[in-house]
C-alpha cells in the first residue's frame, strides 16, 4: 500500500531526482511524489525541507465575505489592521452560536467557549491549544481560573513569566519547553530531542529523558519528588501540544470569521453557503448545508428560492438583506446550462416557460434540466408545478418542430422578433389541476437542493421528541463509547440487506433533526424484526440504543425503535 500526504510538499536547493527516487501518484493522477516516506524524505532522512500547506475553506469564506459586503454595503475592510476588542464579536463567541467559525464549530467546543466567556483574542489562542487530546483536560481548570483569578498558581515558582497569559495553566508547546529549560537546564538543542521524544512516544526514549529532566531539576535545586510531579504535568503535553504561533495564527481566523459574522451576518452567510455548495457531495454536504440553513433562521437572514429570473450562479445578496439560492445549488442544473440561462436572461427576464423553452432551445438545458428547474420551484411564477411538469415535453417538442420548420426553409428560429416570442397554447383542461401539495414541494426540496429550505415536513413532530429524549445529535461526539441514549429524528435513509452468517434481515438507518444534523443507526437482526414495521422513510422515531464511535464519527447500536404517534 502506497498512499500520498494529504498537504506535505518537499522543497530542495536542486532537483529533487538528486535526492530521492520519484514516481507519479500510486492512484493513477498526474502528481509527482517521493518514493520515500514522510519521514525518510524529512530532517531524520535526506534531510529535505518538508512543509506542510493546510488549504482551508474558511479563508476562502473570509475573502468571498469581503468581496459581499464591498458589493453590498460598498465598505472595504482591511483584516490587516482589523481591532482584536470588538465586543459583538465576543459576544458572538460567548454565546455558543458559531456555526461558521472556524475550530469552534464542534458540540464541545462550543460548550466550552460558553462557560469561558472569551475577552481576548489569547482566549481564543489558548483554547485551540488546548482542545487537543493531551491538554484536554486541563480545559475546566483553565476556565476556572480566567473566570476567577483568585484561583491562579503555577506549578513551580518561576514559572509565572512563562504561563501568566493561560493563567498558569500548561497550554502551548512553548510552554513545555521554556519550563524543560528553566526548571531543569536543558539547551535549546537538548530541549528539541526532549520533545521529539515524547512526540514519538517510544517508551526506553521516554524513560531515558525523564531521567535527565529529573537530573536537571536536581542540580537546579528542585526536590526529586518535584521533579517527578513536574514530569508527569508536562510529559502528556509534548506529544499532542499546538506551538503558540500555530494557536494565534488559528485564533486570528477564527476572530475573523467571528467578527465577519457578528458584524455583516448576510454577507457572511452568503458567503458560508457558496463554499458549503461547492464543497463535497453526498450526505456531508448536505448536512452542512442544512446547517447552515438552520443558522440562517435562527439569525433571521431570510432565504429565498432558487428563482430563474433572480438566481446566479451561486448564493447571491438580494433586496441588501435576503439570500437567494443559486441555480448551481439545484441537483442535474449543470454549469454549461448556468452559463446558457445567465446570458439569454441579459437580453430579458424570461416571461414564461414557453418563453424561456423558444430562447433556450437549442442550448445546454435537456430536459432533466428542465424538470429539475420546475420541480425545485425556479419556474414557480410560470404557473403550477404540476402542469409545467405536464406539459414541458410538448412545449419543448413544439418549440424543435417550428424550429426545424424555419431552418427548411423559412428562416432561422431565432432569426426574428416574432420568432422569439412564439408561444405554444396549453390545452386549458389543465387550468382547473391541483398543484403538489406542500409537503410534496418539500420533497422536491429534499431530492434536488438536498436539504429542507422553506419548511420542515414533519417539524411539529420533531419539536414534539424534545419530550422524550436524552441527548440532542449536536452533543453525540462529546459523549463516550458505549454511553445508552435516546435520540429522536426523522428517518433519512433505509438501507436493509441480509446478514452473510445467519442469512438474516437487518439495516442501517439515517435520522435527522430539523436543523439537517444527521447520526447513521445500525439495527441488527433481532432488533430489525421487533420494529421494521416502523423502518419508513420520513417517518419520525425515536431511537434508543448505545453509542459506538466509528472513525470518530459516532454511531447508535439501536436496541428500541418507536414510531412518534401524529396526535
Same mark, same amino acid.
Given at each position: 500500500?502506497?498512499?500520498?500526504?494529504?498537504?506535505?510538499?518537499?522543497?530542495?536547493?536542486?532537483?529533487?531526482?538528486?535526492?530521492?527516487?520519484?514516481?507519479?501518484?500510486?492512484?493513477?493522477?498526474?502528481?509527482?511524489?517521493?518514493?520515500? /516516506?514522510?519521514?525518510?524524505?524529512?530532517?531524520?532522512?535526506?534531510?529535505?525541507?518538508?512543509?506542510?500547506?493546510?488549504?482551508?475553506?474558511? *479563508?476562502?469564506?473570509? +475573502?468571498? @465575505?469581503?468581496?459581499?459586503?464591498?458589493?453590498?454595503?460598498?465598505?472595504?475592510?482591511? $483584516?490587516?489592521? $482589523?481591532?482584536?476588542?470588538?465586543?459583538?464579536?465576543?459576544?458572538?463567541?460567548?454565546?455558543?452560536?458559531?456555526?461558521?467559525?472556524?475550530?469552534?464549530?464542534?458540540?464541545?467546543?462550543?460548550?466550552?467557549?460558553?462557560?469561558?466567556?472569551?475577552?481576548?483574542?489569547?482566549?481564543?489562542?489558548?483554547?485551540?491549544?488546548?482542545?487537543?487530546?493531551?491538554?484536554? @483536560?486541563?480545559?475546566?481548570?483553565?476556565?476556572?481560573?480566567?473566570?476567577?483569578?483568585?484561583?491562579?498558581?503555577?506549578?513551580?515558582?518561576?514559572?509565572?513569566?512563562?504561563?501568566?497569559?493561560?493563567?498558569?495553566?500548561?497550554?502551548?508547546?512553548?510552554?513545555?519547553?521554556?519550563?524543560?529549560?528553566? $526548571?531543569?537546564?536543558?539547551?535549546?538543542?537538548?530541549?528539541?530531542?526532549?520533545?521529539?521524544?515524547?512526540?514519538?512516544?517510544?517508551?526506553?526514549?521516554?524513560?531515558?529523558?525523564?531521567?535527565?529532566?529529573?537530573?536537571?531539576?536536581?542540580?537546579?535545586?528542585?526536590?526529586?519528588?518535584?521533579?517527578?510531579?513536574?514530569? /508527569?504535568?508536562?510529559?502528556?503535553?509534548?506529544?499532542?501540544?499546538?506551538?503558540? @504561533?500555530?494557536?494565534?495564527?488559528?485564533?486570528?481566523?477564527?476572530?475573523?470569521? @467571528?467578527?465577519?459574522?457578528?458584524?455583516?451576518?448576510?454577507?457572511?452567510?452568503?458567503?458560508?453557503?457558496?463554499?458549503?455548495?461547492?464543497?463535497?457531495?453526498?450526505?456531508?454536504?448536505?448536512?452542512?448545508?442544512?446547517?447552515?440553513?438552520?443558522?440562517?433562521?435562527?439569525?433571521?437572514?431570510?432565504? *429565498?428560492?432558487?428563482?430563474? &429570473?433572480?438566481?446566479?450562479? /451561486?448564493?447571491?445578496?438580494?433586496?441588501?438583506?435576503?439570500?437567494?439560492?443559486?441555480?448551481?445549488?439545484?441537483?442535474?442544473?449543470? =454549469?454549461?446550462?448556468?452559463?446558457?440561462?445567465?446570458?439569454?436572461?441579459?437580453?430579458?427576464?424570461?416571461?414564461?416557460?414557453?418563453?424561456?423553452?423558444?430562447?433556450?432551445?437549442?442550448?445546454?438545458?435537456?430536459?432533466? =434540466?428542465?424538470?429539475?428547474?420546475?420541480?425545485?420551484?425556479?419556474?414557480?411564477?410560470?404557473?403550477?408545478?404540476?402542469?409545467?411538469?405536464?406539459?414541458?415535453?410538448?412545449?419543448?417538442?413544439?418549440?424543435?418542430?417550428?424550429?426545424?420548420?424555419?431552418?427548411?426553409?423559412?428562416?432561422?428560429?431565432?432569426?426574428?422578433?416574432?420568432?422569439?416570442?412564439?408561444?405554444?397554447?396549453?390545452?386549458?383542461?389543465?387550468?382547473?389541476?391541483?398543484?403538489?401539495?406542500?409537503?410534496?414541494?418539500?420533497?422536491?426540496?429534499?431530492?434536488?437542493?438536498?436539504?429542507?429550505? =422553506?419548511?420542515?415536513?414533519?417539524?411539529?413532530?420533531?419539536?414534539?421528541?424534545?419530550?422524550?429524549? =436524552?441527548? +440532542?445529535?449536536?452533543?453525540?461526539?462529546?459523549?463516550?463509547?458505549?454511553?445508552?441514549?435516546?435520540?429522536?429524528?426523522?428517518?433519512?435513509?433505509?438501507?436493509?440487506?441480509?446478514?452473510?452468517?445467519? &442469512?438474516?434481515?437487518?439495516?442501517?438507518?439515517?435520522?435527522?433533526?430539523?436543523?439537517?444534523?444527521?447520526?447513521?443507526?445500525?439495527?441488527?437482526?433481532?432488533?430489525?424484526?421487533?420494529?421494521?414495521?416502523?423502518?419508513?422513510?420520513?417517518?419520525?422515531?425515536?431511537?434508543?440504543?448505545?453509542?459506538?464511535?466509528?472513525?470518530?464519527?459516532?454511531?447508535?447500536?439501536?436496541?428500541?425503535?418507536?414510531?412518534?404517534?401524529?396526535?
Amino acid at each position: 500500500h502506497a498512499s500520498v500526504h494529504a498537504a506535505g510538499v518537499v522543497i530542495a536547493d536542486k532537483p529533487l531526482t538528486e535526492y530521492v527516487p520519484i514516481q507519479k501518484e500510486p492512484s493513477g493522477g498526474e502528481r509527482i511524489v517521493t518514493q520515500y /516516506d514522510m519521514y525518510t524524505v524529512g530532517e531524520d532522512g535526506v534531510g529535505l525541507l518538508k512543509m506542510d500547506f493546510l488549504g482551508l475553506r474558511n *479563508l476562502t469564506i473570509i +475573502e468571498e @465575505a469581503l468581496k459581499f459586503i464591498k458589493i453590498n454595503r460598498g465598505i472595504e475592510i482591511n $483584516l490587516s489592521t $482589523l481591532v482584536l476588542d470588538d465586543k459583538k464579536t465576543y459576544q458572538l463567541l460567548s454565546s455558543g452560536e458559531t456555526t461558521g467559525i472556524f475550530q469552534f464549530e464542534s458540540p464541545g467546543m462550543r460548550r466550552y467557549i460558553k462557560e469561558l466567556q472569551p475577552t481576548t483574542i489569547f482566549d481564543l489562542q489558548a483554547m485551540n491549544a488546548l482542545y487537543r487530546p493531551g491538554p484536554m @483536560a486541563n480545559i475546566p481548570e483553565f476556565i476556572k481560573r480566567k473566570n476567577n483569578p483568585k484561583l491562579i498558581t503555577y506549578p513551580y515558582p518561576g514559572l509565572e513569566d512563562i504561563l501568566k497569559e493561560s493563567y498558569g495553566v500548561l497550554t502551548f508547546q512553548d510552554d513545555v519547553l521554556l519550563t524543560v529549560i528553566k $526548571l531543569a537546564g536543558y539547551s535549546w538543542l537538548d530541549v528539541d530531542k526532549f520533545r521529539k521524544a515524547m512526540g514519538k512516544k517510544i517508551p526506553a526514549e521516554m524513560k531515558k529523558q525523564e531521567e535527565l529532566f529529573i537530573k536537571g531539576c536536581i542540580k537546579n535545586g528542585i526536590t526529586e519528588k518535584d521533579a517527578k510531579r513536574l514530569f /508527569d504535568l508536562i510529559a502528556p503535553f509534548a506529544g499532542y501540544g499546538f506551538n503558540k @504561533a500555530h494557536a494565534a495564527c488559528y485564533a486570528m481566523i477564527a476572530y475573523r470569521t @467571528a467578527y465577519l459574522k457578528a458584524n455583516y451576518p448576510v454577507e457572511f452567510m452568503t458567503a458560508l453557503l457558496t463554499a458549503e455548495s461547492r464543497g463535497t457531495t453526498g450526505p456531508a454536504k448536505n448536512e452542512k448545508i442544512s446547517q447552515a440553513v438552520a443558522e440562517c433562521k435562527r439569525l433571521g437572514v431570510k432565504l *429565498l428560492p432558487p428563482d430563474i &429570473n433572480k438566481s446566479g450562479s /451561486d448564493f447571491t445578496i438580494e433586496d441588501k438583506e435576503n439570500v437567494r439560492f443559486g441555480l448551481s445549488a439545484i441537483k442535474n442544473v449543470g =454549469t454549461a446550462a448556468i452559463s446558457s440561462i445567465l446570458i439569454e436572461k441579459e437580453k430579458g427576464d424570461f416571461k414564461s416557460l414557453e418563453d424561456f423553452c423558444n430562447r433556450l432551445e437549442g442550448a445546454a438545458v435537456n430536459k432533466k =434540466t428542465l424538470e429539475s428547474l420546475i420541480k425545485a420551484g425556479a419556474m414557480d411564477k410560470f404557473g403550477k408545478r404540476v402542469v409545467m411538469l405536464s406539459t414541458f415535453p410538448e412545449i419543448v417538442e413544439s418549440v424543435a418542430k417550428i424550429r426545424k420548420q424555419k431552418t427548411d426553409g423559412q428562416g432561422s428560429l431565432f432569426g426574428d422578433e416574432e420568432s422569439k416570442h412564439t408561444e405554444i397554447k396549453v390545452s386549458k383542461k389543465w387550468d382547473q389541476v391541483e398543484d403538489f401539495t406542500q409537503n410534496e414541494k418539500l420533497s422536491f426540496e429534499k431530492e434536488l437542493l438536498g436539504i429542507y429550505l =422553506t419548511s420542515h415536513p414533519q417539524e411539529q413532530y420533531i419539536t414534539k421528541l424534545k419530550n422524550y429524549i =436524552t441527548h +440532542e445529535l449536536e452533543i453525540l461526539s462529546d459523549e463516550k463509547d458505549g454511553t445508552l441514549i435516546v435520540v429522536g429524528g426523522m428517518i433519512d435513509r433505509v438501507k436493509k440487506f441480509m446478514t452473510r452468517k445467519s &442469512n438474516q434481515e437487518m439495516a442501517f438507518l439515517a435520522i435527522s433533526n430539523e436543523r439537517g444534523l444527521t447520526v447513521e443507526c445500525i439495527v441488527f437482526p433481532r432488533t430489525f424484526a421487533e420494529n421494521k414495521n416502523d423502518l419508513i422513510k420520513d417517518k419520525i422515531v425515536i431511537v434508543e440504543g448505545k453509542l459506538d464511535f466509528k472513525d470518530e464519527r459516532p454511531i447508535i447500536i439501536v436496541s428500541r425503535i418507536k414510531k412518534m404517534e401524529a396526535n
